[in-house]
């Protein structure tokens, strides 16, 4: 009979291969350990990483502007333009410094697997600080390259172009994209914690996929949606309403409610 998931906690990481009664139960039960260790954190360890994270997102706004603006103007330029928006995800995600989306899964699945209405409250704190921490990040982010004379004019002006683009997608295509966004980040993730090799290129083929789509980013999004603020060229509200939320609860429902949820109900029926 397969050995119960629950009884894999005392499991030393070694072992957990050989007697999960799946792969899945295994990434499952490490990903679970890893959300366990980021629900107990201190308020300020996890408040400075997520801060430290949403600066660090603004490389793939400002990557994806320098590809943009010295690239020849040709048809697949977007193509190349892509491996810029994968900047800030390598860089976060090889530091291990906090970003929201990444936590739409990871804390997530030890709340499913004993959910009571404090392993919520846990995981809705953990949030907040998360997203708290991202966008000043962010904003500090955006501050820096829309007030000081840091880049060339072709390179602002791209960087222009990117974040004016954001506020003339439809609200129901950021929504739709924002899900796509956050169920690809969970959908790394996983894949981050079942393979041992080649890690660094598994970041760069899923957030260049995601640059390539166009998708919606709530740390990203909101940075280049703040720059254009910043600069006078766009208004705060419609900005919120027409890019930020949707992107948040996109990310959280493509990464929540519909991945983790998915691999949650594959771990239980390997089990059952």
């Known amino acids: 009979m397969a050995e119960p998931v629950a009884e894999l906690d005392n499991v030393r990481e070694e072992e957990l291969e050989e007697r ?4 899945a139960a295994a990434v ?3 990903i679970s ?6 629900l107990a954190r201190d308020f300020f360890a996890l408040f400075w990483s997520a801060i430290a994270a949403g600066m660090t997102m603004s490389m793939s706004f400002l990557g994806r502007a320098l590809l943009q603006a010295y690239l020849p103007d040709a048809p697949a330029a977007f193509l190349i333009e892509a491996a810029g928006y994968a900047l800030g995800f390598v860089f976060v995600i090889s530091a291990g410094q906090q970003l929201f989306t990444e936590n739409t899964i990871t804390p ?28 000043v990040g962010g904003f500090i982010a955006a501050a820096v390259f829309a007030w000081l004379p840091m880049f060339t004019p072709e390179v602002d ?14 609200l129901a295509t950021t929504f739709g994209t924002a899900v796509l966004a956050g169920w690809l980040i969970a959908t790394l993730v996983w894949m981050l914690h079942a393979i041992e090799q080649n890690k660094l290129a598994m970041i760069v083929i899923v957030t260049w996929l995601m640059g390539v789509a166009g998708v919606a980013h709530v740390v990203v999004g909101t940075i280049e949606v703040m720059y254009v603020i910043l600069l006078g060229q766009a208004q705060v509200w419609p900005s919120l309403v027409g890019v930020v939320l949707p992107a948040l ?19 239980k029926a390997d089990v059952e």
């Open 108 to 135: 997530v699945l030890p709340v499913m697997r004993n959910f009571s209405l404090y392993s919520l409250g846990r995981l809705l704190r953990l949030w907040g600080i998360v997203l708290l921490g991202n966008l």
């Open 20 to 23: 999960a009664p799946s792969k």
């Open 28 to 30: 499952h039960e490490r």
């Open 33 to 38: 350990r890893q959300g366990e260790k980021e």
């Open 249 to 267: 609860v996109g990310n959280v429902l493509g990464g929540t409610f519909i991945f983790a949820l998915m691999s949650h109900a594959q771990v």
């Open 157 to 170: 002006k791209a960087l222009l172009e990117i974040g004016l683009h954001l506020g003339q997608v439809p």
